[in-house]
């Protein structure tokens, strides 16, 4: 075990030797990340375990935990997003192996240096999982048609363009 997250590994080596490494990573030490963040404030947890499975797969499983501080599209306020994400990549040496990797693998193909870069792929594994539109679960829903009409308005899209065209066509009085 280690709390050392490696800048590169040797991917062959590293599953050989069943390595796992353990620690938390600055937030502020991903900056294609940092660019969805509203600040880097904050670290992420994570597990790497580098092994084979029963049928000889060569893996890598990540485990992922962190408050991930987001700009809320309602309120415009800032809120933590917590994620916690578990993903098994296959490691492969050529694309047609993509083809034998078991169900729930993500295929990672490697270089003929086998060199792989372990903080990449975590910020790519935290990049995935923010939201497509970040919404804090505090925020009050902003009002909708059925609102208004439920209080006795009967307001509708089309409305001021109807009064536009009623305008339009009464007779001037010139």
Do not use: I, K, N
């Given at each position: 075990m280690s709390a050392v997250l490696p800048e590169v590994v040797d991917a062959w080596r590293t599953v050989a030797a069943r390595r796992r490494f353990e620690g938390t990573i600055p937030l502020a030490r991903m900056p294609r990340l940092a660019d969805a963040l509203a600040d880097?404030?904050?670290?992420?947890?994570?597990?790497?375990?580098?092994?084979?499975?029963?049928?000889?797969?060569?893996?890598?499983?990540?485990?992922?935990?962190?408050?991930?501080?987001?700009?809320?599209?309602?309120?415009?306020?800032?809120?933590?997003?917590?994620?916690?994400?578990e993903q098994r990549l296959g490691l492969l040496r050529d694309e047609r192996d993509e083809a034998g990797l078991p169900d729930g693998y993500e295929p990672v193909l490697l270089g003929a240096d086998a060199a792989l870069r372990p903080l990449d792929l975590v910020e790519d594994e935290l990049i995935l999982a923010?939201?497509?539109?970040?919404?804090?679960?505090d925020a009050e829903a902003p009002a909708t048609d059925v609102d208004a009409r439920q209080s006795g308005e009967t307001a509708t899209p089309f409305a001021a363009l109807a009064a536009l065209k009623q305008n339009m066509l009464k007779p001037s009085k010139d």
């Open positions: 880097s404030q904050g670290e992420c947890r994570y597990v790497l375990e580098f092994g084979r499975d029963e049928l000889d797969v060569a893996y890598l499983e990540l485990t992922l935990e962190a408050g991930l501080p987001l700009t809320c599209q309602r309120s415009l306020e800032r809120f933590v997003f917590p994620v916690h994400v923010l939201p497509l539109v970040p919404v804090s679960p």
